[in-house]
């Protein structure tokens, strides 16, 4: 959500910036408190990321800064006459915060009893969570991928089922060089690539995932993220849960 504000030329200050902020999080997160650091827009100046403490943990929420000359001049809106403010905040991000959601899936969940929850600001009250399905899987990959790059490779693998996927984590990397033959011909490790092993977690908010549904998924992430010789790899203890 933005909130643009124009006004007379005083109105583009760091201090009605602050102030801006502050009224907009003493509306949303009264009970938090807020702290900010520089973070230049091409639209504004003096722009700031404003990040919310969470039991002690910055969570971002917004971004601001006061309206650039620049795009004023290019609105055909006089500097000299006119300034103001531009803001943007996660309104998911502030919801969670105020409510006290630990998963933003839940946001747009389908279960009865989560649904219930979203029609006001009320504390959140936690709905029985099923268990979750966790397995590791052994890939070859190009070397030095970051987990973002990973994750977004395996979000994409899952389609229609990515909202189960919990949390993904890199649990090792090996380079080829670090393992025994044996283990480098099963992976069908190619000259030059790494092994990456991956904690994958599932877990539906407001079912249980199957063990023929987790294996699928499981199958289809493994099957996208190799980049091994044709038809090796690890296959998984699909009997584990």
Known sequence: MDIWVLGDPEL???EHLLRLVNDVLHACVPDKTWIYSDSPH???????????LNDGFPVEVLECGRI???LLERLEIDPLLHGGLALGMGLDRLTMLRK?????????DQNERVRAQMHDLNPWNAVSRLPS???DISLAVTPGQSEEILTEKMLQA???CSDWIEEMNIKGRWQISDLPPQAIDRLGMLPGQENVLLRVVLRDCSRSITAAEANSLYSK??????EGAPGAGYKMDLSSV
């Open 12 to 14: 583009a200050t760091h």
């Open 42 to 52: 091409h639209y504004t100046e003096g722009g700031i990321e404003v990040n919310v």
């Open 68 to 70: 650039a000359k620049s």
């Open 100 to 108: 006290g959601i630990p998963d933003i899936r839940l946001l747009r």
């Open 133 to 135: 399905i966790a397995r």
């Open 158 to 160: 899952a389609g229609d």
């Open 221 to 226: 992430i493994q099957a996208a993220l190799h």
